[in-house]
């Protein structure tokens, strides 16, 4: 029976990659092919500074290992559970890297800073990396006072090193890698 759920599982997690593909990429790289009049792949910072992406990727990949580690087997005690399902890995590990780092990172945050100092800029794109967090939040029960808070502001203080990351990297690869990571890890301690 476990095979046949499996097997049901891997066309709703395709359908669902495809859909957020579909409802986040897509119109972004229609919106710079079109009205920004450039190539999408450059413009978001998926085609150059590829091994500054992958250095900064590394060491901060380690550091967030490191980190999990240290606080989940030594502090709270909890076990690892790789047991992911190929849904999770996909959609929650693989695709949320990247295409809330196209959204939010490569699109937002370069936007916005044609109008603010990078600071500015990377606050406004974490706060509305936050917005999109909330559902989540809500399915998870968390959208009560205090418990709300804390999800807010992991998420607020991620969205700031996200983009401080590819600021200094000036590559899209270093935030979806490390996005990426970070999702694997809550992902197998939580």
Same mark, same amino acid.
């Given at each position: 029976?476990?095979?046949?759920? +499996? @097997?049901?599982? =891997? ?32 413009? @978001?910072?998926?085609?150059? $500074? ?11 990949? +380690?550091?967030? %290992? ?6 989940? @087997? ?7 559970? @790789? ?25 937002? +945050? ?22 999109? $967090?909330? !559902? ?12 709300? +808070?804390? !999800? ?17 990297? $000036? ?6 890698? %490390? $996005? ?5 890890? =809550?992902?197998?301690?939580?």
């Amino acid at each position: 029976m476990q095979y046949l759920d +499996l @097997l049901d599982s =891997v066309p709703r997690a395709i359908v669902s990659a495809f859909i957020k593909i579909g409802i986040w990429v897509l119109p972004i790289l229609f919106f710079v092919k079109i009205i920004e009049k450039s190539n999408p792949i450059s413009y @978001l910072g998926l085609r150059n $500074h590829f091994k500054s992406g992958l250095k900064w990727a590394g060491w901060f990949s +380690l550091a967030l %290992i490191a980190y999990f580690i240290l606080l989940n @087997l030594t502090l709270l005690k909890n076990e690892i559970e @790789l047991q992911l399902g190929f849904n999770e890995l996909l959609n929650t590990v693989l695709f949320v890297g990247i295409i809330e780092e196209i959204v939010f990172r490569g699109f937002l +945050l370069r936007k916005l800073m044609d109008s603010y100092r990078f600071w500015i800029a990377n606050t406004i794109s974490s706060l509305l990396f936050v917005s999109i $967090h909330f !559902p989540y939040c809500f399915y998870k029960g968390l959208f009560e006072f205090p418990s709300i +808070l804390s !999800p807010i502001i992991t998420v607020f203080i991620l969205g700031m090193i996200f983009g401080f990351v590819y600021r200094k990297s $000036h590559s899209l690869w270093s935030v979806i890698i %490390i $996005h990426s990571m970070y999702n694997f890890l =809550v992902s197998i301690f939580i």
